[in-house]
């Protein structure tokens, strides 16, 4: 099974050459409304087993400085600002905010999973970093479920050659989508399943500056990150956002 899994992420990462360097990841977490201390090392294990990729987590982004970016290729968000004790979400300082934004303007990259971007609604930088995020009293899901995904940008280097069976996640309906965001794959959101009916966004890339963003929907917890397609996207996004061709 290991394997497996190790060939079918190494056929995702063919359509790129191989890095002269390991790509640097800087993975915010520490926070989260999910279960971060499980999936955290999930993410971190199936990226690094791509022998491209070296993790660094940070567990404090609030404290993050502009040293913290020096030789780091891009971010990793699996941390929002809403913790699963309920507490109010904190903000961070002015210095934080200012070197996460100016990283990703001067070309740094940004990756969102699943609520890895659902933080800070009155910073508008943040939400174009972000492209999609959870948007209270419009954004809905049901029971996690097995559903399919479409394909709706082929040619795009992340998507291209993907061809993803049925994920088994948490289906996100009604997101709240950036205008500068990109839609790369749906998910169907049937009726059956008390869902919208609808192809609902679930992989999208999109600029910020000189800076390459991408974000997904799925990844709700150990087991859907366990799915080999699922790895296989966010590895592909990680590796469009470090600028690996």
Known sequence: MKKALIITLLLGVALYPIHAAPIRVLMISGQNNHNWKVTTPVIKKFLEKSGTINVHVMENPSQLTQADFNG?????SNWNSYSSKGEVPRK???????AYVEFVRNGGGHVGIHAGTSSFYDWKDYRAIGL???ENGKTTHGAKHRFPLRIDNARHP???GWQPKAI?????????????????ASSFSAS????????????????????RCFTTSLGHDAQSLSQPDVQQIILRGVLWTAKVR
């Open 168 to 184: 088994h996640d948490e289906l996100w309906r009604r997101p709240l989508v950036h205008p500068g965001a990109i839609i790369l």
């Open 92 to 98: 961070w300082p002015e210095t934080t905010r200012n």
């Open 192 to 211: 059956s399943d008390g869902g919208s009916e609808s192809w609902e966004p679930c992989v999208l890339v999109g600029r910020f500056g000189r800076g």
């Open 158 to 160: 992340v998507t291209r």
């Open 72 to 76: 780091v290729d891009l971010i990793v």
């Open 132 to 134: 999609m995020t959870w």
